[in-house]
């Protein structure tokens, strides 16, 4: 899925909260590991779209998340997984991760990470 920004504000506001997303959900992703059974593997992957993927194995249950895709379900407001990499979505930022200053609001950041990564292995309990 490539986002579609409305402007170029909502461009730069996306680049300043990637990359510090990606590393709060690989941390966070660490942590939960720690209380589980499951072993995790990180790929990059280069097609469609070059990103990364989490890939969880527990006995012969094997599930891969798209990396890109969390960090856009923290960065985004109401986002959706696509499907298709492909497609295109307006995305809009989600502001409350920017403090007043312009920067990132870490502890707001850390705590949506932390709530999307928890419900990721939750939903991994149902496999």
């Known amino acids: 899925m490539k986002p579609k920004f409305k402007n170029t504000v909502a461009w730069e506001q996306a680049e300043l909260l990637m990359q510090p997303a ?3 959900i690989v941390d966070q992703v660490r942590k939960q590991l720690e209380d589980t059974t499951w072993k995790a593997t ?7 779209i070059p990103g990364y993927q989490l890939c969880l194995e527990k006995q ?3 599930i891969c998340v798209d990396l890109w895709e969390l960090c856009f379900q923290v960065c985004f407001r109401n986002y ?3 499907h298709s990499e492909l497609e ?3 995305v809009e930022i989600d502001t409350t991760l920017i403090d007043e200053t312009g920067d990132v609001d870490w502890q707001c950041l850390d705590t949506k990470a932390q709530q999307l990564v928890a419900q990721v292995f939750a939903d991994l309990s149902a496999v």
Do not use: H
């Open 42 to 48: 990180y790929k990059d992957i280069q097609t469609p």
């Open 88 to 90: 295109s979505q307006e």
């Open 80 to 82: 959706k997984p696509v």
């Open 60 to 62: 012969d249950t094997s």
């Open 22 to 24: 990606l590393i709060r």
